[in-house]
């Protein structure tokens, strides 16, 4: 499992979830416990979703790219 989900990323996670979890406690509702699901993908970095879609906000990774003068991998 490679992390797809970026510093930035984790941040807005995070502030969501808690959001999320506060409404839904103000408003004593259920609906709070989805406030999880981002506080969860933040914290292990890894997003199922953004695995469906061939999306990562995380560090690039050149691993398929030799290493060279043109090349930016650092292996």
Do not use: H
């Amino acid at each position: 499992m490679q992390k797809n989900v970026g510093q930035i990323d984790k941040i807005i996670r995070i502030v969501i979830g808690i959001a999320v979890i506060v409404v839904g406690v103000i408003n004593q509702s259920w609906w709070g416990a989805v406030g999880i699901v981002p506080l969860l993908t933040a914290t292990i970095g890894f997003c199922p979703l953004y695995t469906l879609l061939k999306i990562s906000t995380g560090e690039s990774c050149c691993c398929n790219e030799k290493p060279g003068k043109n090349s930016s991998c650092k292996l």
